[in-house]
């Protein structure tokens, strides 16, 4: 995603979870990509207002409230503070998902097309 948003000209920094002041890196941010692999790590309060957000990450965390023994599937951006303040937030589940699924097949159809030249696409 870095590599793609630098080739649009993009100013474009990266942060891990041992960053210092992470959240005040994150509040800098117009476009916050996040992949950090802790549920619900990042806080509205860290967002800027009117910045999109990508939430990438995907964690299964208890849900009390479905049962004993239920799972709910959560992303890294606490998605409920996060909404209040950001201009576009993807969900989890569904938001980058279909996405990505979907580039997937298309990586695969472009491969199968030019390991198979001759081979016509339906």
Same mark, same amino acid.
């Given at each position: 995603m870095a590599q793609?948003?630098?080739g649009d000209s993009c100013t474009v920094t990266i942060a891990h979870s041992r960053t210092k002041n992470l959240a005040d890196v994150v509040r800098r941010a117009d476009i916050v990509v996040a992949a950090v692999g802790r549920p619900e790590?990042?806080?509205?309060?860290?967002i800027k207002a009117g910045a999109t957000v990508i939430d990438v990450g995907i964690n299964r965390v208890a849900a009390p409230e479905k049962g004993d023994g239920e799972m709910r599937l959560v992303g890294d951006v606490d998605f409920a503070s996060a909404a209040q303040v950001a201009g576009a937030i993807t969900p989890v589940p569904g938001g980058v998902g279909p996405m990505t699924i979907a %580039?997937?097949?298309?990586?695969?159809?472009?491969?199968? %097309?030019?390991a198979n030249p001759h081979a016509q696409a339906a």
């Open positions: 793609l948003l630098l790590m990042i806080k509205g309060d860290w %580039c997937l097949l298309s990586n695969t159809l472009t491969a199968c %097309c030019r």
